[in-house]
């Protein structure tokens, strides 16, 4: 199992940007399968963000997020998404895709490397 | 909303001593969906023990997690050089649907 992300950078505040996550190792359309991101602000923990299943079905957000982000998957690509609109600086962080085990596991037993994001001016 | 209390903050050991690190929620959880990670600097978070005690694939016997309802410990039984890393719980559950404690710690002594 590989999980890629791409698409960080730096971006004004109010700014756009959509990080991308590839994943491959596994069959990424199951029902099965429901994919995750989670945040490492500097210096602070982890952050779960937004959760989308298998089947699109079912699209969960954190407070913190919901209205200002997207979750999205496209299982023809074998990709998940998160389309960030009106960033703030305190979105600032290392976003982490990573993937649900099993059956609403409720755990993450795969992650990807990251992609570090910088709202600034 | 459940929120998770890990400590120590900093645990500071020498390798091949034993680690002991705490999660307190606030209230009763669900022991079924308690898990621990592993977070080294640069690297990817590391699934090590899922369902409060049980280890993940690949992960060695020297790490093992327990406890209930509102205290979970996360044990290394003998610290390796390698271990020396964040440690974060996590829960799943309702509002928010996943909750990361604050991290612990593991530095060398």
């Known amino acids: 199992v590989q999980l890629v992300e791409s698409g960080g950078g730096l971006v004004r505040p109010g700014g756009s940007l959509t990080l991308s996550c590839e994943a491959s190792?596994?069959?990424?359309?199951?029902?099965?399968?429901?994919m995750v991101w989670v945040r490492q602000a500097p210096g602070k923990g982890l952050q779960w963000v937004a959760s989308?299943?298998?089947?699109?079905?079912?699209?969960y957000y954190s407070d913190s997020v919901k209205g200002r982000f997207t979750v999205s998957r496209d299982n023809a690509k074998n990709s998940v998404y998160l389309q960030m609109n009106s960033l703030r600086v305190e979105d600032t962080a290392m976003y982490y895709c990573?993937?649900?085990?099993?059956?609403?596991?409720?755990?993450?037993?795969?992650w990807g490397q990251g992609s570090l994001v910088t709202v600034s001016s | 909303d459940i929120v998770l209390t890990q400590s120590p903050g900093t645990l500071s050991l020498s390798p091949g001593e034993r680690a002991t690190l705490s999660c307190r929620a606030s209230?009763?959880?669900?022991?079924?969906?308690l898990a621990w990670y592993q977070h080294r600097p640069g690297q990817a978070p590391r699934l090590l023990i899922h369902?409060?005690?049980t280890r993940a694939s690949d992960i060695p016997d020297r790490f093992s997690g327990g406890g209930s309802g509102t205290d979970f410990t996360l044990s290394i039984s003998t610290v390796e050089p390698e271990d020396f890393a964040l440690y974060y719980c996590?829960?799943?559950?309702?509002?928010?649907?996943?909750?990361f404690g604050q991290g612990t710690k593991l530095e060398i002594k």
């Open positions: 989308i299943s298998g089947r699109r079905s079912f699209i």
């Open positions: 990573a993937r649900e085990g099993s059956g609403w596991s409720g755990y993450f037993d795969y």
């Open positions: 996590q829960h799943f559950g309702n509002s928010p649907l996943f909750t």
């Open positions: 209230q009763n959880i669900d022991s079924n969906y």
């Open positions: 190792g596994f069959t990424f359309s199951s029902t099965y399968y429901d």
């Open positions: 369902g409060t005690s």
